[in-house]
C-alpha cells in the first residue's frame, strides 16, 4: 500500500498505525495538501487490516495550528471553485472518514493545537494531551468565529461557561486545562504522552474489534443524546442484534461461556484466547 506523503507522515507497527502532521516548519497548519493527503490516507488506512488502532499526532513541537492561513484562506480568497473543493475534503477527512473511522483512534495532542486542529482532536474516539499542550481558539483574534464544525464540537465537548469563554476571549488554555473541562480525555507529562498512548491502544488490541467497531457505531452514527429513551432503546436493541449475529453469537458462547468456564473475569479483562483476533 502506497502511503509515502509530503505533508504527514505514516508509520505502521504491530497493528498500531500513526499519522502524523509533518510540517514542523509551519506548525503543522493544514494546507490543501495536508487535506488531500489526510483523505487519501484514511481513507486507505479505513480498509487496512493491519491497522487494529489509529494514532494522530503531530511532528516536532506542535499538533497543529490550525488551518493554513496562508494557503488554505488567503490564497483562495478569490478562487471560491478550488476554495469550495477544498473546503469538501478538509470536511470530509475530519468528520465523515475519521469520526466514523471504523476501528479505535486517539489523538495524541504533542503541542499547539488551534481552531481547526479541534476538530481533528473531536473526532478521535479519545485523545490523550502533553500536560504542556497549547490549545487556543485564536479564531476572535483575526476577527472570525469558529467555523467549519470548530464551534459545534466545542459546544459538544467544553463545559458550556469554558467554551463561549475561550471562543469569545481566545485565551490559550494548556492539555490540563483541556482535561478539566471535557476537550480531552486525558492529559500527561509530555515525556509520557507516546508511552500512555500506546499503552492505551494496546489495552485496545486487546478487545474484541467487531464489539469495539459496535461501540463506536452506537455513540457516533446517531446522536445518542438526542434520542429519547425509548428510540435509544430501540436503537440498542438493534445494534446489539446486529453484532450478534457479525460475531455469529460469540459474545455469549465465548465472551460468557469463558467466565462460567472460570477462564477470565470480564470485571477486569478482555477475554483470553479471542483477544482481537476476530474480524
Ligand atoms: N497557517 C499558516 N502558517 C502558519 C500557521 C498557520 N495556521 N501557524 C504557523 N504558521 C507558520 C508561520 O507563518 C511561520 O512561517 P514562516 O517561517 O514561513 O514565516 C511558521 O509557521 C512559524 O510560525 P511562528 O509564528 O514563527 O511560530 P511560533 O512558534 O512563534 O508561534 C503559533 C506558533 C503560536 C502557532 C503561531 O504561529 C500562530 O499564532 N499561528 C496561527 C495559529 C492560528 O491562529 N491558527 C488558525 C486557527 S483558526 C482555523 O483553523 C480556522
Avoid at 498500531?16 to 486507505?44: C, G, Q, W
Avoid at 476572535?140 to 469569545?168: C, D, H, K, T, W
Amino acid at each position: 500500500m502506497e502511503l509515502n506523503y509530503q505533508t504527514i507522515a505514516v508509520e505502521r507497527q504491530a497493528g498500531i498505525t500513526t499519522v502524523a502532521f509533518n510540517r514542523p516548519e509551519k506548525r503543522n497548519a493544514m494546507s490543501p495538501t495536508l487535506h488531500r493527503e489526510m483523505y487519501d490516507a484514511l481513507t486507505k488506512l479505513a480498509a487496512d487490516d493491519e491497522t487494529e488502532v489509529l494514532l494522530l499526532t503531530g511532528r516536532g513541537e506542535s499538533f497543529s495550528a490550525g488551518q493554513d492561513l496562508k494557503e488554505y484562506f488567503y490564497e483562495l480568497k478569490d478562487s471560491p471553485k478550488e476554495r469550495e473543493a477544498i473546503r469538501y475534503v478538509s470536511h470530509a477527512w475530519r468528520h465523515q472518514i475519521l469520526y466514523h473511522f471504523p476501528k479505535p483512534t486517539i489523538a495524541v495532542v504533542n503541542g499547539w493545537c488551534f481552531g481547526g486542529a479541534f476538530t481533528a482532536v473531536a473526532s478521535c474516539d479519545i485523545a490523550i494531551a502533553a500536560e504542556e499542550a497549547i490549545f487556543g481558539l485564536s479564531e476572535i483574534n483575526f476577527g472570525n468565529i469558529p467555523g467549519g464544525l470548530v464551534s459545534r464540537v466545542v459546544a459538544e465537548l467544553m463545559l458550556p461557561r469554558q467554551a463561549l469563554y475561550y471562543v469569545l476571549t481566545g485565551d490559550q488554555f494548556d492539555g490540563r486545562r483541556a482535561a478539566e473541562i471535557g476537550l480531552v480525555t486525558m492529559a500527561v507529562p509530555r515525556a509520557e504522552l507516546m508511552d500512555k498512548a500506546l499503552e492505551v491502544a494496546r489495552k485496545l488490541q486487546a478487545k474484541d474489534k467487531l464489539a469495539l467497531r459496535a461501540c463506536k457505531e452506537v455513540f457516533k452514527q446517531v446522536d445518542l443524546r438526542g434520542l429519547d429513551f425509548e428510540a435509544a432503546y430501540h436503537w440498542l436493541s438493534a445494534k446489539g442484534d446486529q453484532l450478534t449475529y457479525r460475531q455469529k453469537g460469540a459474545w455469549i458462547e465465548q465472551g460468557i461461556g469463558k467466565f462460567l468456564n472460570k477462564e477470565y473475569r470480564p470485571g477486569v479483562e478482555a477475554m483470553p484466547s479471542e483477544r482481537g483476533a476476530r474480524e
